[in-house]
């Protein structure tokens, strides 16, 4: 059977005609905008303390069993968004195939974690600057660079894909060269002898703390890979979804898994898990630093810090395009104030961006109450909502598919069908619903419970709750049966 072809909004922008967001993303820039909302600070910064406190086993299965649930929630979105390519993403799919009320929730969520990411963002591009500049202000890097990312997505949808794309590339090509150096270390080809297996079995290596140990670092993990789930926004200004989304979670996810786990590997073989930097996550103690000075490599440290601020500026400048498009998506769907689904002659939803724009402004607090406090505090409140974001498209897609087949739809219609359904979504559920409630599961254990780290660990729970509750009370919604799921929907 066909799928109903989308209707035309009715949206009407400044000059009077109809507008919509512009379909101007190549298959290229979904790749790159997956990669690059993934690789990040993650990656350069994360990984370090991560192996201090699990060891080089410990990271490697954490990052490989949040790696699984990754993949089984991209290939759900894959075929949520290849059939019903919109800028709304998780709280579109939830409104339609799961209650209004969830996806109230998601969507909000979803635009409250990634706005307080761009401050937190803009915070570290501060503190980052400052490796150059010890004296500059704050407040002034902050500025310079919010400005910098507004105007590369108030140009069009296409300004934000190529910066997206370049910043992307740059990352990439870091972590392959980082691959390329450190495997010719590891067989003694650089910098001495064979690295051999000796850092893998010192001390409580492989796996130190053992299950607890792991279990710790899975909410690092999560945070690494999160960013994944940004190709369902793009998705809905997509040139062909049909195609370009099914090829990038087929390629996407493979890469980023590739990188991290061949990343951490070579991390393990040549840092010891008992080396005191890695518990520190500047840019002196990163993991990557450290391999490359290994390597006799002097301008290390300057040119890992140039790369992070690329990861950094990547990530602020993904945090406005989806935040502006989610806010955008919502207010269409009468979810968020109507005002805020306009979009100008080039397709770019301006009021949403703008809004967006402000809560960033927020980041230039770092410069009053001390560099890097805010950072921390804004990150706590958002620490949880990735799992809270797949757990939505995992239930999503369940539900999606249960939905369609008992329309009497044919599976053979979807121009992407997930593999291992229904385990994969159920999978997904499982290991989010564990994250989310056991994060302090050692304390727990243990006894040991610290009430600021638990608040600042759950306090996105009762944000999140607080959304959904309160809407579902005032709307008065329910759980849509199967059978009255919409499969129509209007073109963003």
């Known amino acids: 059977m066909e799928n ?25 820039h979904l790749t790159m905008i997956a990669l690059g909302g993934t690789i990040g600070t993650g990656i350069f910064l ?58 109230f929730a998601f969507g909000w ?48 949808v296409k300004g934000f894909g190529e910066g997206e794309y370049w910043f992307s590339f740059i990352k990439v090509a870091t972590i392959i060269i980082f691959i390329g150096v450190g495997t010719l270390m590891i067989f003694g080809i650089m910098n001495g002898e064979p690295a051999g297996f ?10 130190v703390g053992g299950t607890l140990g792991t279990i710790s670092i899975l909410l690092i993990a999560g945070f690494s890979f999160s960013g994944t789930e940004a190709i369902g926004v793009a998705a809905g200004e997509s040139e ?60 290390a440290a300057s040119a890992m810090n140039a790369v992070i601020l690329t990861s950094v500026l990547s990530a602020g400048n993904g945090c406005l395009y989806v935040t502006s498009r989610i806010m955008y998506a919502m207010a269409q769907d009468g979810q968020a104030p109507q005002f805020l689904a306009k979009v100008n002659k080039r397709g770019v939803p ?31 409140s958002v620490g949880i909502t990735t799992f809270i974001f797949w757990l939505g498209i995992a239930i999503s897609h369940y539900r999606f598919r249960k939905a369609y087949v008992a329309q009497g739809r044919s599976l053979e219609d979807l121009p992407y069908r997930a593999k291992w359904f229904p385990y994969g979504p159920l999978f997904a559920i499982a290991l989010c619903l564990f994250i989310l ?8 254990i243990t006894g040991n419970i610290n009430l ?41």
Request: hydrophobic letters at 50%; a positive charge; aromatic letters at 14%.
């Open 4 to 28: 109903q072809q989308p209707q035309v909004s009715s949206i009407v922008e400044e000059h009077g005609s109809t507008a919509n967001l512009h379909k101007k993303l190549k298959a290229r």
């Open 46 to 103: 994360g990984t370090g303390p991560a192996i201090h406190t699990a060891g080089p086993g410990g990271v490697l299965l954490a990052y490989g069993v949040i790696g699984l649930m990754v993949y089984f929630v991209m290939t759900s979105l894959g075929e949520l968004a290849s059939f019903m390519p919109t800028s709304g993403s998780i709280s579109t799919y939830a409104t339609r195939f799961i209650d209004p009320a969830l996806g």
């Open 109 to 156: 969520n979803y635009w409250f974690s990634w706005a307080m990411t761009l401050a937190a963002e803009l915070s570290a591009s501060a503190l980052i600057m400052k490796y150059w500049f010890p004296d500059s202000s704050s407040l002034l890097w902050s500025a310079v660079f919010l400005v910098f990312l507004f105007s590369l997505n108030i140009l069009s």
């Open 198 to 207: 000796k850092n893998f079995t010192i001390g409580e290596a492989p796996f």
């Open 240 to 299: 062909n979804p049909t195609k370009n989304i099914p090829r990038a979670v087929r390629t996407v996810f493979w890469r980023i898994l590739l990188f991290y786990v061949l990343a951490i590997a070579i991390i393990s073989f040549l840092i010891p898990y008992t080396n005191e930097s890695l518990q520190d996550s500047s840019v002196m103690a990163s993991p990557f630093t450290i391999v490359f000075e290994k390597a006799g490599l002097a301008f």
């Open 350 to 380: 301006v009021r949403a961006l703008v809004a967006t724009a402000i809560i960033g402004m927020l980041a230039f607090l770092a410069s009053i109450f001390g560099d890097g406090t805010i950072y921390v505090w804004l990150m706590n």
């Open 437 to 444: 409630l056991g994060q302090n599961l050692e304390g727990f």
């Open 452 to 492: 600021t780290s638990v608040l600042a660990a759950y306090i996105g729970l009762p944000i999140f709750l607080a959304l959904w509750l309160g809407y579902k009370f005032i709307k008065k919604t329910k759980v849509i049966p199967l059978e009255e799921c919409k499969f129509d929907f209007k073109e963003q």
